[in-house]
């Protein structure tokens, strides 16, 4: 399998009168198609290792690879684009936009790559179909329940097909059974699309839905 993502002894730290390490000296690798989730308390240095791979952060030590390019070795517009392009976020809070419907949410990441209105509507409502709410495309957030604003989401993550989906705790805010459709979801979609998946999670039943599980303490992998 082809190699997507790479952690080469990866060290994060934040603060400056009182260093905190987030991430130590973290080696990983992770492939094209694979599913893997990472598990541990909160504090662990989780959501640390998203933002690496998503260059929203970025390493104290060492060097994260996407695709074979070191992350470090390109510029911010580089990061910017590649992070448009190539990787989908979704997060516990969804992070839609409060005052756009639905499609509009969903076609938002077209029309900031120039895609024209008409097309990016169209692409928007193909992939609503695909997440079970074409019927919801006109309404606004406010107007869905929690499962449904987290399908948004991930319509809005994989409308531009990306190599790698990074979903920070995505069934955080649902309830257990809101919770199972987004991951049975994630796995239909995956089936379609054969993306990439690296899931945080503290749910054990989100984690089984990934043929990989690490575990990750105070900074370090612990068990894989």
């Known amino acids: 399998m082809e190699q997507v993502v790479r952690f080469d002894n990866v060290t994060k730290r934040y603060g400056s009168s ?14 094209s198609g694979e599913r893997i989730a990472i598990m541990g308390p909160s504090g662990s240095g989780k959501s640390t290792m ?11 030590d ?55 209105q008409k097309t990016s509507i169209e692409r928007a409502s193909a992939m609503l179909e695909k997440v ?17 604003r987290q399908r948004i989401a991930i319509a809005r993550a994989l409308v531009f097909e990306p190599a790698v989906l990074l979903a920070d705790e995505p069934t955080g805010n649902l309830d257990s059974h809101s919770g199972g459709e987004v991951m049975d979801l994630l796995d239909r ?7 990439t998946i690296m899931l945080v999670t503290h749910n054990l039943a989100a984690a089984e839905h990934c043929e990989r599980r690490i575990s990750i303490l105070d900074g370090k992998i612990t068990h894989e």
């Open 189 to 195: 979609l995956h089936d379609a699309f054969g993306t």
């Open 62 to 116: 060492g060097e994260i690879y996407f695709e074979g390019r070191a992350l470090s070795g390109m510029s911010d517009d580089e990061v910017t684009l590649l992070r448009r392009k190539k990787i989908g976020l979704i997060f516990q809070t969804f992070n839609l936009l409060p005052t756009l419907s639905a499609v509009e949410n969903v076609s938002l990441p077209l029309r900031l790559d120039g895609m024209p």
């Open 132 to 148: 079970g709410l074409e019927h919801r495309g006109r309404h606004r957030p406010d107007e869905l329940s929690g499962g449904e």
């Open 50 to 60: 998203l933002n690496l791979v998503a260059g929203l952060d970025k390493p104290s």
């Open 18 to 31: 009182e260093i905190v390490t987030a991430l130590e000296h973290v080696d990983l690798e992770i492939f």
